[in-house]
């Protein structure tokens, strides 16, 4: 796994002329959990994608998973490095908002696990300059672990919880409005006013409509703003 990783095999320059390559094979991965999800990334269904017959694709890769691995550290490739000139509140807020974006562009990244990441180049190379970034606040090397780890487990739980809704809208046909709807007699039978008045004020101020990119940035500016009372706390002592 690790030399497919960082020592992909090139194509044979003798010999019969292999039909793929293995940049295919990830690639037509990526388009399955695309289209169906990951539930239905299969060899065999990333086979029929590229109208080759199953048992060919383990000449690329030992199996399903591992060819995930190799999706998850392309879906990484697409990740920017900041301007390392810039403040270490500014590379990190970018190192967020790279997040961000590459969880919009693949949506089924959310099945993988944050905590076990592949060991690829390019996950390699984006946690390292995140790291980086965080290190120029001074914090000592333990902290600096969890604060990158907390970045980055905010932006994967917005995506995940922002991502699943718009899937489950997809599956079942059903948006977020429908499934208020569906619902509405809650409020002229159940719910009171006099029992719940804080929610109630925050409704009538129109506080809970937020634009989800709305609550990336507040979560960020909130978790930085405790960086920076870490990094004056550490000043002080």
Do not use: C
Request: aromatic share 10%.
């Amino acid at each position: 796994m690790l030399r497919l990783l960082w020592d992909p095999p090139t194509p044979a320059g003798r010999g019969p002329k292999q039909k793929l390559t293995l940049d295919q094979v990830i690639d037509a991965g990526m388009a399955v959990a695309a289209a169906d999800g990951v539930d239905k990334l299969s060899m065999r269904n990333v086979a029929a994608h590229l109208g080759v017959g199953a048992m060919s694709l383990y000449t690329y890769v030992p199996g399903r998973d591992e060819l995930f691995e190799l999706m998850v550290d392309r879906a990484w490739a697409g990740r920017k490095m900041p301007d390392r000139s810039a403040p270490w509140r500014e590379q990190v807020e970018f190192h967020a908002r790279q997040a961000w974006a590459m969880y919009q562009t693949h949506p089924w990244l959310i099945r993988s696990n944050l905590w076990r990441m592949p060991l690829g180049p390019h996950v390699m190379d984006a946690q390292e300059d995140l790291y980086r970034a965080v290190t120029l606040t001074g914090l000592p090397n333990h902290e600096v672990v969890q604060v990158a780890g907390l970045v980055e487990s905010h932006v994967f739980g917005v995506a995940r919880s922002v991502i699943t809704d718009t899937s489950v809208s997809s599956n079942t046909g059903i948006t977020a409005d429908d499934y208020w709807d569906s619902r509405s007699s809650f409020w002229g039978t159940y719910y009171s006013p006099e029992r719940f008045p804080t929610m109630t004020a925050i409704w009538e101020s129109g506080a809970f409509e937020q634009s989800v990119g709305d609550k990336v940035e507040f979560g960020l500016a909130r978790l930085l703003d405790g960086v920076e009372l870490l990094i004056e706390k550490l000043a002080s002592s």
